[in-house]
């Protein structure tokens, strides 16, 4: 009995250790995190026009304030991880907001530009199976 009560007390007490070690993400990671979800709200076909529509305005608002976040964080200057070197390598791709504002452009267009693409070219492009 008194074995069980000592077990039972090491598990808890491992129990909330580990919980207290949870992961920090940091302000590139947030951005990037929601910058995904943005462009898996714009490539899912399983989305209405209006779904979509609702989505995309609520995680553009994010990503509007997670870019500025990132841009005013004093502790990625000192940093040279990889994460922050590729963020500021491309102003366009990772602060996509602020680049589809300042070129006057639909964020969707800035990324697919960015990547080399045009929406034209993407609807003439055929469909097939591999």
């Excluded at 302000?27 to 995309?56: C, D, G, H, W, Y």
């Excluded at 841009?71 to 963020?87: E, F, H, Q």
């Excluded at 267009?109 to 693409?117: D, R, S, T």
Aim: proline content about 2%; glycine content about 4%.
């Amino acid at each position: 009995m008194k074995m069980n009560f000592v077990n039972l007390s090491a598990t808890i007490a491992f129990a909330i250790c580990i919980g207290s070690l949870s992961a920090q993400a940091g302000s590139i990671e947030n951005m990037e995190r929601e910058r995904s979800i943005l462009l898996q709200t714009f490539l899912n076909p399983e989305l209405s026009a209006e779904e979509r529509q609702k989505k995309v305005s609520i995680s553009k608002q994010r990503l509007v304030d997670l870019e500025r976040i990132v841009l005013r964080d004093k502790t990625l200057a000192g940093r040279s991880t990889p994460a922050v070197k590729l963020a500021f390598s491309n102003y366009d791709l990772t602060f996509l907001i602020h680049s589809s504002i300042e070129k006057n452009t639909m964020v969707i267009n800035q990324w697919l530009n960015q990547l080399g693409l045009s929406p034209q070219n993407i609807m003439s492009a055929a469909q097939r199976r591999r």
